[in-house]
């Protein structure tokens, strides 16, 4: 993988803040050394997670966003390394691994597009001929070895890598019949736009034309921002359901935890990965950021209602930003994560 960057153990406790009578995550987190090869090292590990980032916004940008999806994995790590040790949760159940770094993609291309145009063709395939390339093989290589892959984004384009080297390592060691898998994903947008080229709204859509996601259920979609061509295309499609926003929360046909329990419902035939938009979240620094969405604590609620599911594929939470392109800034959505990666792994493990 060209574009990763492996973390020694060093690395990670130099951005942990070590204090005397306390163990920091950060202290108990596990490492693989770069130069070595990957599967055979996680094969030997005991750890169940497989943590690591994909901090770009190649595909934010391609598909008309605000740049900034790049700058929530620092914040992140930051946080994350310097929660406390405890009983639920020591840190030795986690392998830290590292980040991906594209940012010489979008060098090349901001310097060499001549049009607005020409520029998003070149993100689209920058994101469909190296990022897709490279974070669905290391994906693979996770599940491979028994491990669950946790990303941390950059952009929702992300999700079709996790799907596709999700399903592949699943189905090469069994646990998965076919090389597929179903998904839930709490959003404000379906991001099953039409296949014009890779970008962040349109992942879930080229993974299940690829049969490589079976069934799909989606929760808190806002009716003001899901086109009605695209709204038809879920309707129409039986291995998809979802649930709005409005529902939930206006019309109040359904609570918030009934409407995620129904999605797991829908998709516990198989294993299923479990994806969080940090964009449905209200006012959380994001590309497409609304005053409008779940609490925080629903998103923390979700994390645990999903890691109680004995199938997990995955975990991946995207879009989230600590500053924006359009010079809006955000600390706090590091920290966001951080809490709620640690809600999910502590309720997987217990």
Known sequence: MKHFRYYSKQDILNITQLRRYETKLGEKMRSVEGDKDLAAQLADSSARFVLFGIPEDVGVRANHGIGGADSAWVPFL???????????????????LGHFDFSDIEQVIDANAKS??????????????????EVEGLVKTITA??????????????VYPVI???????NKTGKAEKPRINAVNVDAHADYRISEGRHSGNGFRYAIEESYLRKYAVVGLHENYNSQSMMDDL???????????????????????????QAFNFTDDDYTGVDLDLDAIRETLSSAMSPVGITAIHARQYMVF??????????HICEGAAKLDDGRTDEKTGKLIAYLVTDFIKSALS
Do not use: W
């Open 235 to 261: 309707y129409s499609n039986m291995n998809i359901q979802y649930v709005s926003f409005e529902d939930i929360f206006i019309h109040e046909k359904m609570n918030f935890r009934q409407a995620v329990a």
């Open 164 to 170: 596709k080297g999700s399903a592949k390592g699943l």
């Open 116 to 133: 607005y145009e020409e520029r998003i063709d070149a993100l689209r395939h920058a994101v469909s001929n190296i990022i897709d390339e």
């Open 145 to 158: 070895s028994g491990k669950i892959p946790v990303a941390i984004g950059g952009g929702h384009n992300n």
């Open 306 to 315: 999903a890691a109680a599911n004995p199938k997990i594929a995955y975990l």
């Open 78 to 96: 930051k946080a994350m390394v310097n929660v406390q040790s405890c009983d639920r949760f020591t840190g030795d159940e986690v392998i830290l």
